[in-house]
């Protein structure tokens, strides 16, 4: 059975930073897509990064410069360092994967999800 569980959220100012986790069990990082959404109260789920087996990472205006997507294949391991955080990056934040077809694309089209860790920033 594939679990996805992420940690690392919590409560910063704006300006700080946080690294986020996603262990992944039964389903090897390595395949080809992973991708980090959130969702803030009231908005849709939106895609905010994403890597795929090529090591191709894709973000949105929004994050781009600010936050990094990467992954451990030895420690099955998915990542995304935040730095720079805004008021607007508070959300719930989860890790998702897809075993085909293009990475950015709807939250939708991802297979696998995690429970989500929650990131709040404070201005």
């Known amino acids: 059975q594939v679990q996805l569980v992420e940690s690392g959220g919590g409560s910063v100012q704006a300006g700080g930073s946080l690294r986020l986790s996603c262990v992944a069990s039964a389903y090897s990082v390595s395949r080809n897509c992973l991708a980090w959404f959130r969702q803030a109260p009231g908005k849709e789920r939106e895609q905010v990064a994403f890597i795929d087996s090529a090591y191709t990472t894709g973000y949105p205006d929004s994050v781009k410069g600010r936050f990094s997507i990467s992954r451990d294949n030895v420690k099955n391991t998915l990542y995304l360092q935040m730095n720079n955080l805004k008021s607007e990056d508070t959300a719930m934040y989860y890790c998702?994967?897809?075993?085909?077809?293009?990475?950015?694309?709807?939250?939708?089209?991802?297979?696998?999800w995690g429970q989500g860790t929650q990131v709040t920033v404070s201005s």
């Open positions: 998702a994967a897809r075993g085909s077809g293009d990475c950015y694309t709807s939250s939708s089209r991802f297979t696998y």
